[in-house]
C-alpha cells in the first residue's frame, strides 16, 4: 500500500506546490499500523506517527528505518496481537523520541484518552 498512499500524499500536496505542504503526521493502529509503518520507513515527508496494536517480523525489519517521533499504543491483554510482538515493535524503531503508551485491557480497549493523547502529540510535533 506505499505507492498508494504516497500518490495520495502526492495529490494532497499538489502537483505545482499549491496543496499544504506543511509536516506530514500519520495515525494508524491495528492494520493502520501494518499499513503505516512501511510507508513512514519509505516516505521522508512523515514528520511523526502513532502506531500500535501491531507486530510482526515484517513491520519489525521495517522499523529501524523511522527516525520520526513516535508514540506507540499497546494493549496489556490484546488477544489479536501479542504482547511480545508489540514491545519487539516498539524496541525496532530507530526514533529518538518515542513512548510507548501500555493500557491494560484487549485490543479494542484502547482508552478514549489516547485519542487525545495522539492529539497533543501531534499538537507538539506538527504546529508551525
Given at each position: ?18 496543496g ?38 515484517s ?16 494493549q ?18 530507530a ?14 480497549d ?19
Amino acid at each position: 500500500a506505499v505507492p498508494e498512499w504516497q500518490a495520495t500524499l502526492d495529490a494532497l500536496q499538489g502537483p505545482d506546490g499549491a496543496g499544504t505542504r506543511g509536516p506530514v503526521g500519520f495515525w494508524g493502529v491495528s492494520m493502520g499500523s501494518g499499513i503505516g509503518v512501511p510507508f513512514a520507513a519509505a516516505d521522508p515527508r512523515i514528520s511523526a506517527a502513532v502506531f500500535g496494536l501491531a507486530g510482526g517480523e515484517s513491520l519489525t525489519r521495517a522499523a529501524p528505518a523511522i527516525t520520526v517521533p513516535v508514540e506507540f499504543l499497546l494493549q496489556w491483554d490484546d488477544e489479536v496481537v501479542p504482547r511480545d510482538a508489540g514491545l519487539g515493535l516498539f524496541g525496532a524503531f530507530a526514533s529518538r523520541e518515542k513512548t510507548l503508551h501500555l493500557n491494560p485491557g484487549g485490543h479494542q480497549d484502547v482508552p478514549a484518552f489516547e485519542l487525545e493523547s495522539s492529539e497533543r502529540f501531534f499538537a507538539r510535533h506538527l504546529a508551525g
